[in-house]
């Protein structure tokens, strides 16, 4: 059975860092695309970061510099290093899976964990 | 970056009712068009992907259409259950969601 488990979340102040975590089981992460998707409270949904199966990576552009994406094969899981934080950056933050496809078009979010909740404030 | 502009951002509408969602992207994104459901407190749920194609497990009710910069979401005979928020997202270039649509019992 594919799971996601999101942990790392905590109260943070302004200018500070903290490394999430996403724990897999049920499939191995560096086969999938893995990404990170966030939602502020009552707030919609806002993607973070993807990184490929092949390792390349790429951020929106108002976390590129600040965040970095990465795995750890032994551990099958999947991190979010984010530094330099700033109250916008206050939310749930979901891993997510994407099977890697062929076929035109199927890039999608199959799989996501229950989300770990970032909270930036003085 | 591609911008995703759903409509309406909420509706009423009563069981049994056929209720339709529509997206549109900034530019081309072909068919990289997904759709998800979340309720509250919960992780979004897949339900369309490809524009068109039904995720396993997803009842028939709910129906995608579209390429290019225009698509829908059409649920026919709406249950109890699909009351919820209804979000797109693009996975042409990087990725992108719209604002999402509140579905609201009436």
């Known amino acids: 059975e594919v799971q996601l488990v999101e942990s790392g979340g905590d109260l943070v102040q302004p200018g500070g860092s903290l490394r999430l975590s996403c724990a897999a089981s049920g499939f191995i992460v560096s086969d999938y695309y893995m990404s990170w998707v966030r939602q502020a409270p009552t707030r919609g949904l806002e993607w973070v970061s993807i990184l490929y199966s092949d390792g390349y990576t790429y951020y929106r552009d108002s976390v590129k510099g600040r965040f970095t994406i990465s795995r750890d094969h032994s551990k099958n899981s999947l991190y979010l290093q984010m530094d330099y934080l700033r109250d916008e950056d206050t939310a749930l933050y979901y891993c997510?899976?994407?099977?890697?496809?062929?076929?035109?078009?199927?890039?999608?979010?199959?799989?996501w964990g229950p989300g770990t909740l970032v909270t930036v404030s003085s | 970056d591609i911008q995703m502009t759903q409509s309406p951002s909420s509706l009423s509408a009563s069981v049994g009712d056929r209720v339709t969602i529509t997206c549109r992207a900034g530019q081309n994104i072909n068919n990289f068009l997904n759709w998800y459901q979340q309720k509250p407190g919960k992780a979004p749920k897949l339900l369309i992907y490809a524009a068109s194609r039904l995720e396993g497990g997803v009842p028939s009710r709910f129906r995608g259409s579209g390429s290019g910069t225009y698509f829908t979401l059409t649920i026919t005979g709406l249950q109890p259950e699909d009351f919820a928020t209804y979000y797109c997202q693009q996975s042409y270039n990087k990725r992108t969601f719209g604002q999402g649509t509140k579905v609201e019992i009436k």
């Open positions: 997510a899976r994407t099977p890697v496809n062929t076929k035109a078009g199927e890039d999608y979010f199959d799989y």
